[in-house]
């Protein structure tokens, strides 16, 4: 019985659930022991390692929120940081009802039945970006977990989910794709979709793609936005000293000290807090650079026996080469529709999401790219802008009306989802929920998944394809 309790307790941690399922890719492909025991242990220990960022990354945000709250005494605006794998990540860390195991289970399923649709539709991406794969499977499962459903609908339903988004939409990106890299043989695999095809709808609707944005020349002086660590220390030290400031205008160095910062000088306080932040999130992305590492050649190789004439659905940076003054431009335009729609959420009362040069860097930027490819310029400055406004309110809507259930039970606290891809289904799921029931919220979603499935059903793939490139969108 002990043994027993042994095994049990150990696959419900979350970190060697997600290195079974390396240990089950490796074995499948037939790897050298040596590189099977290589990816299991370092897949574990990224899980270990981002667990380790995310406490250093809550660490440093309290005092900051703290701030926040002494400098507005009404209680009016809270403040959250917007920041997909630390949610997922904390609530692994926390595991409040198992919730780390199901997320876990929900990535093994989910991924498998993505493969399967893969196969099976016209849709023949593979998504291989690493860690949205496993925001995916965190959002959903934790999605459906909200909707006390029970633990094996919650792998199901989050993995049928799950699983289907990643099939359809590098499909619904890949016409704009094509005109960003001037080919057909990669595809878009991120959270940040549904906003960016958007952005390149509104491009097209005001802007001229003849007129792009890589016929101009981009200041060198703003270069240094590119290096994250270094644009979001910067951020981070104006929104710490901004809340500092605040706060003490209201309560007194004296209180300050006292209440906020244990005794330590407030300016020195304040300057860690930031860099702490900083420091939380570089620990937390080279965890999730290790897992990507060895998690997606796990799937690749899985993938690329089942599914020979696929296109491979990648992270955002693989389109940054092919506009990169326009990814420059929808940085600045991003914070600016960030800033914007704080002053919005602010005045009505809603929750404001903190500034994220992460962001506006890979979300807005890639944006700007999209909106560049159909509307040139013009495209590119009302990509970047929709993404950080639209993008600002529709987070905010998901933290203030608990889309995903209570966060901050389930160990995410001052924490919130980022991308559109899972905000907005997650509302849609939500508002059947709240009006119809749980289970009709399922019944909706297996629904939406069938139609798909039936459209773009092609079990054969067609002998005139080439092997390099997948078939038709879908």
Request: net charge neutral.
């Amino acid at each position: 019985m002990t043994a027993l309790n042994f095994v049990v307790e150990l696959v419900q941690v979350p970190a060697i659930i997600i290195g079974l399922i390396a240990l089950i890719g490796l074995l499948i492909q037939r790897k050298p022991l040596g590189d099977t025991v290589s990816g299991t242990i370092k897949t574990v220990l990224s899980l270990l390692v981002i667990a380790g960022g995310i406490t250093v990354l809550i660490n440093a945000l309290t005092p900051i929120q703290a701030m926040f709250e002494r400098a507005l005494p009404t209680g009016r605006v809270t403040t959250f940081v917007t920041f997909d794998e630390a949610v997922v990540s904390a609530v692994q860390t926390a595991d409040v009802g198992r919730l780390g195991m199901l997320i876990g289970l929900t990535l093994l399923f989910g991924y498998a039945f993505h493969l399967l649709l893969a196969r099976v539709t016209r849709a023949r991406y593979v998504y291989l970006t690493g860690h949205m794969i496993w925001v995916n499977a965190g959002a959903f499962a934790i999605l459906f977990h909200s909707l006390d459903l029970g633990d094996a609908t919650t792998v199901a339903a989050g993995s049928i989910t799950s699983g289907a988004y990643m099939t359809f939409a590098p499909a619904l990106a890949q016409p704009i794709m094509r005109r960003i890299t001037g080919r057909d043989d990669v595809a878009f695999g991120h959270g940040q979709t549904l906003l960016n095809v958007a952005a390149a709808g509104l491009g097209k609707l005001i802007g001229d793609p003849g007129k792009s944005t890589e016929d101009i020349k981009v200041p060198q002086k703003l270069n240094f936005f590119r290096d994250v660590a270094v644009s979001t220390t910067l951020v981070m030290l104006v929104v710490a000293f901004v809340a500092a400031v605040s706060a003490v205008s209201q309560i007194g160095i004296a209180t300050f000290t006292e209440e906020i910062s244990e005794g330590q000088n407030w300016l020195v306080f304040t300057l860690l807090a930031a860099l702490g932040f900083t420091a939380g999130m570089l620990i937390m992305l080279y965890g999730v650079r290790m897992l990507i590492a060895e998690i997606v050649p796990a799937f690749q190789g899985i993938a690329r026996r089942l599914i020979p004439t696929a296109k491979p659905a990648l992270d955002v940076p693989v389109i940054f080469p092919f506009a990169p003054n326009a990814l420059v431009i929808g940085l600045v335009a991003g914070v600016i529709g960030q800033l914007l729609g704080m002053a919005v959420l602010a005045a009505i009362g809603w929750p404001v999401p903190i500034p994220s040069m992460i962001v506006a860097f890979f979300a807005c930027g890639a944006a700007a790219i999209f909106g560049n490819a159909t509307g040139g310029r013009r495209g590119a400055w009302a990509g970047g802008f929709l993404w950080g406004f639209v993008g600002w309110i529709m987070i905010s809507y998901a933290y203030k009306f608990e889309i995903f259930g209570d966060l901050t039970a389930l160990g995410a606290t001052g924490l919130g989802f980022t991308v559109p891809d899972v905000i907005v289904p997650a509302i849609i799921v939500h508002a059947i929920s709240s009006l119809l029931g749980s289970w009709w919220a399922v019944a909706v979603t297996g629904a939406v998944v069938v139609g798909l499935v039936a459209f773009t059903w092609q079990p054969r793939i067609p002998d005139d394809e080439p092997a390099e490139s997948a078939t038709t969108d879908a």
